[in-house]
C-alpha cells in the first residue's frame, strides 16, 4: 500500500542555518506529495504541494521538487527563521479518493535565536 | 475566516461518558474528513464523507465512534463510553473533490482528555 517515511527527528538548527527534511514514499500510480506544517497546539496547514513528476512546490522560501526516480520529496529550505519552529509532516495522496492521503510522522524543527 | 472550524477546542471527560465535536467545514467543500492525532505521530484516518454519505472508515473507528453529517454541511463525531486510549486530537478536514491532488484543509483541532 501506499506509505510515506520521513527523516525522523528532533531537528534542531541555529537561525539562518539551512534546512532539509528527508520524505520518500511508495505508491503505485501517481500520486501528489504534500507538505503540511503544524504549529504547537494547532491544526495542520498546507505548507506546499507537487502533483506530477518534477514538480517543484514552494511556499515561504520552503521548496520541495517531486523526484519520481529516487521516490523522494525532500524539504529544504535557505534561511530558517524562530518562527519556523514548528512540526513538518509529508503526505501523499495516491488518487482522486484522496481518503487515500497517508502521513509521515512527523518532523519537529526547533529553530534556535 | 471561512476556514475549518472545530468546536469544543479541549475536552476533558471521565472515562465512561460520552462527548461530541462538531466540524464545520469550508462551505464550498463537499468532501469532510475525520483523522485522529496522538503525541509523535501523523494523523491517522478514521473517516471521510462525500455531500451526506459517509464513504468509508477505517478499521480504527470501533463501534463505540459515530460520525454524521446529516445535511452534507456540518459533522459530528461522538465518541461513547469513552476510554483513555481515546485521548487524542481529532482533527477534521475538508475539500472540494477533484480528479487528483486536491488539497485537503485542516481544521484547529478537538483535544480529547480522558480521565
Known amino acids: 500500500g501506499n506509505s510515506v517515511t520521513q527523516m525522523e527527528g528532533p531537528v534542531t538548527l541555529s537561525e539562518e542555518a539551512f534546512l532539509t527534511i528527508n520524505c520518500t514514499y511508495t505508491a503505485t500510480g501517481y500520486p501528489s506529495l504534500f507538505w503540511y506544517v503544524q504549529y504547537p497546539g494547532e491544526g495542520l496547514q498546507l505548507l506546499l504541494k507537487a502533483t506530477k513528476a518534477d514538480d517543484k512546490g514552494s511556499n515561504k522560501g520552503f521548496e520541495a521538487t517531486y523526484r519520481k526516480e529516487t521516490t523522494s520529496f525532500h524539504l529544504e529550505k535557505g534561511s530558517v527563521q524562530v518562527s519556523d519552529s514548528a512540526v513538518y509532516f509529508c503526505a501523499l495522496s495516491g488518487s482522486w479518493r484522496d481518503n487515500d492521503m497517508r502521513f509521515g510522522a512527523g518532523t519537529r524543527l526547533t529553530v534556535k535565536p | 475566516d471561512t476556514g475549518v472550524s472545530q468546536d469544543p477546542r479541549h475536552k476533558i471527560t471521565k472515562r465512561g461518558q460520552n462527548v461530541t465535536f462538531r466540524c464545520d467545514p469550508i462551505?464550498?467543500?463537499?468532501?469532510l474528513y475525520w483523522y485522529r492525532q496522538t503525541l509523535g505521530q501523523g494523523p491517522e484516518f478514521l473517516t471521510y464523507?462525500?455531500?451526506?454519505?459517509?464513504?468509508?472508515k477505517s478499521r480504527l473507528l470501533s463501534d463505540r465512534f459515530s460520525a454524521e453529517r446529516p445535511k452534507g454541511s456540518f459533522s459530528t463525531l461522538e465518541i461513547q463510553r469513552t476510554e483513555q486510549g481515546d485521548s487524542a486530537m481529532y482533527l477534521c478536514?475538508?475539500?472540494?473533490?477533484?480528479?487528483?491532488?486536491?488539497?485537503?484543509?485542516f481544521g484547529e483541532g478537538s483535544w480529547l482528555t480522558v480521565v
Open positions: 464523507f462525500q455531500n451526506e454519505a459517509q464513504l468509508e
Open positions: 462551505s464550498e467543500h463537499n468532501r
Open positions: 478536514a475538508s475539500s472540494l473533490s477533484d480528479t487528483s491532488g486536491n488539497t485537503i484543509y
